[in-house]
């Protein structure tokens, strides 16, 4: 877990202090070899190559008449979340998920908001961001809309991210 910022400006300020100690006979103690060994190793494994990964949740709009545009949908949230994911971020995006599984739910199951809206802000309560894919007809969903408004009482980030940005996966 990564350490809150003011005990990390804290911690690093001990570790100065240690590093000054050690080359000074007068201040060095067996301390400052210790909080040096532990600091290496903070930086080493928690911190830098184990610090808990930014979790973002994409919203796009996913109902359409036409297959062809569901399909479009579902290619542009899941090559943005995969774009998301090389660049170090923990990506939930309910279109990527909910495709794949929708081929193996029973046909009794309805696709529609009742069944998937309380499963999907329980993934949005667990995420730092949600990040708003504007594709067409983005600003028409009753899902998106739902999903921007259960962030904005949560107080997480949201970012919109533009069809002009979402161009670069094209295909």
């Given at each position: 877990?990564?350490?809150?910022?003011?005990?990390?400006?804290?911690?690093?300020?001990n570790v100065?202090?240690?590093?000054?100690?050690?080359?000074?006979?007068?201040?060095?103690?067996?301390?400052?070899?210790?909080?040096?060994?532990?600091?290496k190793l903070?930086?080493?494994?928690?911190?830098?190559?184990?610090?808990?990964?930014?979790?973002?949740?994409?919203?796009?709009?996913?109902?359409?008449?036409?297959?062809?545009?569901?399909?479009?949908?579902?290619?542009?949230?899941?090559?943005?979340?995969?774009?998301?994911?090389?660049?170090?971020?923990?990506?939930?995006?309910?279109?990527?998920?909910?495709?794949?599984?929708?081929?193996?739910?029973?046909?009794?199951?309805?696709?529609?908001?009742?069944?998937?809206?309380?499963?999907?802000?329980?993934?949005?309560?667990?995420?730092?961001?949600?990040?708003?894919?504007?594709?067409?007809?983005?600003?028409?969903?009753?899902?998106?809309?739902?999903?921007?408004?259960?962030?904005?009482?949560?107080?997480?980030?949201?970012?919109?991210?533009?069809?002009?940005?979402?161009?670069q996966y094209?295909?």
């Amino acid at each position: 877990m990564a350490l809150p910022h003011l005990l990390y400006k804290r911690w690093k300020q001990n570790v100065e202090n240690a590093k000054k100690n050690r080359q000074t006979p007068f201040g060095y103690s067996p301390d400052s070899d210790a909080i040096i060994e532990i600091d290496k190793l903070l930086t080493d494994y928690l911190i830098e190559e184990k610090a808990p990964l930014t979790k973002v949740y994409i919203a796009a709009p996913f109902k359409d008449p036409s297959k062809h545009i569901v399909r479009q949908r579902i290619h542009y949230a899941t090559a943005y979340s995969a774009d998301l994911m090389v660049k170090g971020f923990n990506v939930y995006s309910p279109l990527s998920v909910g495709a794949q599984l929708m081929e193996y739910l029973p046909q009794s199951v309805e696709w529609d908001h009742d069944f998937w809206m309380p499963r999907d802000f329980q993934w949005l309560d667990m995420c730092n961001e949600l990040h708003v894919l504007q594709l067409p007809g983005w600003d028409r969903s009753t899902g998106v809309e739902q999903e921007i408004h259960h962030a904005s009482l949560e107080n997480k980030k949201t970012v919109y991210i533009t069809m002009n940005e979402l161009k670069q996966y094209d295909i």
